[in-house]
């Protein structure tokens, strides 16, 4: 389970990303795992994620009101995400289609697009060809937390 890995790290923050970072690694190389705890949130293992998220939480000092909202927006984005980034790799290898040329040439097809139309698409289209799938998951559990720790002073100052 996920219990084990978090004892090895003290702080909270570093304890849920690697949480969402080994979940991330596992659904990676077993693309079936993260369809399966998708479909079925209420299995064994996806209550021991939720379980292991919302005690480091818990220990973020995350107000009770809150816990339930924060730990699920974190089990949802990171069983989605990773679920998804899996798919569209098990998509692209079924149909030996190298990943760097698909992205060149979807980021090729954004580029082309009216700038004033779609003025984000066409700036994202400079970062889509070389992103990194693992490093943009772990940029979306940052904002989160960073959204967390946000409702979190609220409480504190409120």
């Known amino acids: 389970g996920t219990k084990g890995a ?18 991330f690694d596992a659904i990676d190389a077993h693309p079936w795992v993260g369809a399966q705890l998708a479909r079925e949130p209420w299995r064994p293992t996806v209550l021991d ?5 919302s005690e480091q939480l818990q220990a973020l000092n995350v107000p009770e009101r809150a816990l339930f909202d924060s730990a699920g927006v974190l089990v949802n984005y990171i069983l989605g995400v990773a679920g998804q980034n899996a798919a569209n790799a098990r998509v692209l290898a079924s149909n030996n289609i190298d990943r760097s ?11 082309q697009l009216d700038p004033a139309r779609h003025p984000s698409v066409h700036r994202a289209a400079t970062q889509l060809r070389d992103h990194d799938d693992r490093a943009q998951f772990l ?3 940052n904002l989160i937390l960073a959204g967390i720790e946000a409702v979190r002073r609220d409480r504190k100052d409120g």
């Open 6 to 23: 978090l004892v090895a790290v003290a702080e909270p923050r570093e304890a849920l990303r690697a949480v969402a970072l080994g979940l």
């Open 49 to 53: 994620i939720y379980e292991s998220i």
């Open 101 to 111: 040329a698909f992205l060149a040439g979807v980021a090729a097809q954004w580029a």
């Open 139 to 141: 940029a979306g559990v």
